[in-house]
């Protein structure tokens, strides 16, 4: 049968916004693993971040990091290996922007004109992070490890954020806002990521997946865009983002990982009821 994918976003989706519980959404998760759908989550977290999340969730499948940045394979996932991927160690890499240091430097050329309306986790000790996140300390110390990027939290005004924006994009950067920060890094998304994994997924089973995207913020836009079904969970903190689809697309009544599981499940019964659609095997 043709393979159905779940990209996902986790902050504010699969994890409840402010406690991080993905408990709502257990059961679910357990009966796709069974059934064989992948589900991949698609996040603005770091490589260090996800390996325990994936252990915790009895995830195997491959990852999405930082914004798109990159996509992490487990060794041997594929039975011929994608092109374009680096080892490291029991991963591989697809790598689509420059490393962090990089953008710390772009970030550094502009600081002077915008001092004290922002701080970059790169400026932040391990308890401004806790306290801005929510986060446990360790957890904290793993999100600070970026690899492609760097958050900012902004303090200034709204006429300032645009005008640092403009000129940490005139110098060759993206900037891409999610739940809580500005993410600087390079001309990559979660969409771009999402095509990339797809065709990998093709090559492996010579027929293109059934993709479903689930995100409930602006960063996750392009992702909700590229795959084929889109579902978007309300969130208590923001509107939802707005997207030039209209077909294909689902918008949770619950927050969070409940509606996570609620938008999901009415995807996934939809695929089962169209004769034209796939089915997971």
């Known amino acids: 049968m043709t393979r159905i994918l779940i990209y996902t976003d986790l902050d504010g989706t699969l994890l409840d916004h402010h406690s991080y519980s993905h408990a709502p959404a257990d059961a679910l998760l357990a009966q796709l693993e069974r059934d064989g759908i992948p589900v991949i989550p698609c996040t603005s977290k770091t490589r260090a971040e996800l390996l325990p999340l994936r252990?915790?969730?009895h995830n195997r499948h491959p990852f999405?990091?930082?914004?798109?940045?990159?996509?992490?394979?487990?060794?041997?996932?594929?039975?011929r290996r994608p092109a374009g991927l680096e080892a490291a160690g029991d991963f591989l890499i697809k790598r689509f922007v420059e490393p962090r240091s990089h953008w710390l430097q772009l970030i550094g050329d502009v600081a002077e004109a915008f001092r004290g309306q922002f701080r970059g986790f790169s400026a932040m000790d391990e308890h401004s992070i806790v306290a801005l996140t929510g986060l446990d300390a360790a957890a904290a110390a793993r999100a600070a490890q970026r690899?492609?990027?760097?958050?900012?939290?902004?303090?200034?005004?709204?006429d300032q954020r645009q005008a640092f924006i403009s000129a940490i994009e005139s110098a060759g950067a993206q900037v891409l806002q999610g739940g809580r920060f500005m993410h600087v890094s390079g001309k990559c998304d979660k969409g771009s990521a999402l095509r990339w994994l797809n065709?990998?997924?093709?090559?492996?089973?010579?027929?293109?997946?059934?993709?479903?995207?689930?995100?409930?913020?602006?960063?996750?836009?392009?992702?909700?865009?590229?795959?084929?079904?889109?579902?978007?969970?309300?969130?208590?903190?923001?509107?939802?983002?707005?997207?030039?689809?209209?077909?294909?697309?689902?918008?949770?009544?619950?927050?969070?990982p409940q509606g996570w599981d609620e938008g999901v499940r009415r995807i996934l019964t939809k695929l089962k009821k169209s004769p034209e659609e796939t089915r997971h095997g």
């Open 55 to 57: 252990e915790e969730l």
């Open 64 to 79: 999405i990091v930082e914004n798109g940045a990159a996509v992490i394979v487990p060794r041997n996932y594929f039975e």
């Open 147 to 158: 690899e492609f990027g760097e958050p900012i939290h902004w303090t200034g005004d709204a």
């Open 199 to 256: 065709h990998a997924y093709a090559e492996a089973d010579g027929e293109p997946p059934v993709s479903i995207a689930v995100g409930d913020s602006h960063n996750d836009i392009a992702m909700l865009e590229a795959a084929e079904h889109a579902l978007i969970v309300r969130s208590p903190a923001h509107p939802p983002p707005e997207l030039s689809r209209n077909d294909k697309l689902t918008i949770s009544e619950a927050f969070g």
